[in-house]
């Protein structure tokens, strides 16, 4: 098990900018891949971004490439997810997540072993 912290939520302008982190702890030994998903009102959970605990593998939705940027602090076992030009359609409650055994891939919320609580942004027009 990985308890995760998720922090960095809020209100915001179109535009604006926020960054999530996530911080992780017990069993982060066995982290694999850190990821991202969403959750709008009335919509399915969706992918939003990863990373692999090693090395340098990232992975982005189409709809947030160029936008966001998914990173790690291994020595803190936390990873970030920065988010520029936010657009209303951004409006979600984002969550972290950690795959601890192989699975792929990294887009599936399946493939993922703990959750966090979540946390809401907003974007305003």
């Known amino acids: 098990q990985v308890q995760l912290v998720e922090s960095g939520g809020g209100s915001v302008q179109a535009g604006d900018s926020l960054r999530l982190s996530c911080a992780a702890s017990?069993?982060?030994?066995?982290?694999?891949?850190m990821g991202w998903f969403r959750q709008a009102p009335g919509k399915e959970r969706q992918f939003v971004s990863a990373i692999r605990w090693s090395g340098e593998n990232t992975y982005y939705e189409d709809s947030v490439k160029g936008r966001f940027t998914i990173s790690r602090d291994n020595a803190k076992n936390t990873v970030f997810l920065q988010m520029n030009s936010l657009k209303p359609e951004d409006t979600a409650v984002y969550y972290c997540?950690?795959?601890?055994?192989?699975?792929?891939?990294?887009?599936?919320?399946?493939?993922?072993?703990?959750w966090g609580q979540g946390t809401q942004v907003t974007v305003s027009s």
């Open positions: 017990g069993r982060t030994f066995s982290l694999y891949v």
């Open positions: 997540a950690a795959m601890l055994h192989y699975s792929v891939p990294p887009s599936s919320s399946g493939a993922y072993d703990n």
